[in-house]
């Protein structure tokens, strides 16, 4: 079976830009989750969808967004890019059988660097 | 709410050491309680994981123990390689969390031959 996959690796954008992310979870994974790690403040929970629908949510500002879609392929958005978010944005999913809902499957990640 | 705290590194050893990486927590709920690995340049790889007290996880030569009575989940390893060089993060979920990963800040283990 194919891991998570998550497209571009690399990415470099300007302040004040916006930036998609892609994520394509496990095939039959029906959960994506996202995460943000920085040097600074580690590894931090943005959100998660099930379903194509937003199911948990970090705390994180609204500047952060994310989207499913029905074949479990997810977005995530940041608009008005700051300095702050060059980060490694991880896209985990899940498989949500019984007893496993909380056993995630990282992707390599997305390296995004904001000058 | 939910916490978890490792041991700062980094952690130098020589080849076939014993490798402790110290992992407590603070959860409001039942945790479930994962290791995972960043090796670099990549993502987190699940090295193990453990969903009840007294449950023991194992992968590659690697276990942790889930201990309730000491909120610990301790990551030990025998004998390590130089492949083992990484960065271990400790890590747990749920039902309070809406089951979203806690991790740790990390510990980077650098294992010489």
């Known amino acids: 079976k194919a891991g998570v996959t998550q497209t571009p690796r690399y990415l470099i954008k300007t302040r004040g830009q916006q930036v998609t992310l892609s994520c394509s979870p496990i095939?039959?994974?029906?959960?994506v989750s996202w995460y943000q790690q920085t040097p600074g403040q580690g590894l931090q929970f943005l959100f998660e969808y099930f379903s194509e629908t937003q199911r948990n949510k970090g705390n994180f500002p609204g500047r952060f967004s994310g989207r499913q879609f029905s074949n479990s392929r997810s977005e995530m958005n940041v608009s008005t890019l700051e300095l702050g978010d060059s980060a490694l944005y991880l896209c985990a999913s899940s498989p949500q059988t019984s007893g496993s809902r909380n056993e995630q499957f990282f992707g390599p990640g997305t390296r995004l660097t904001v000058l | 709410g939910n916490s978890v705290t490792q041991m700062e590194g980094p952690v130098t050893l020589s080849e076939e050491a014993f490798l402790t990486i110290n992992c407590t927590y603070t959860?409001?709920?039942?945790?479930?309680l994962f290791w995972y690995v960043q090796y670099p340049g990549e993502g987190l790889q699940l090295l193990l994981k453990a969903t009840k007290a007294d449950d023991k996880g194992s992968n590659k030569g690697f276990e942790a123990t889930y201990r309730k009575e000491t909120t610990s989940f301790h990551l030990e390893k025998g004998s390590v390689q130089v492949s083992d060089s990484a960065v271990y993060f400790c890590?747990?979920?749920?039902?309070?969390?809406?089951?979203?990963?806690?991790f740790g800040k990390g510990t980077s283990l650098l294992v010489t031959p």
């Open positions: 095939s039959g994974h029906r959960s």
């Open positions: 959860a409001t709920g039942y945790p479930s």
């Open positions: 890590a747990l979920s749920d039902s309070y969390s809406g089951y979203a990963l806690n």
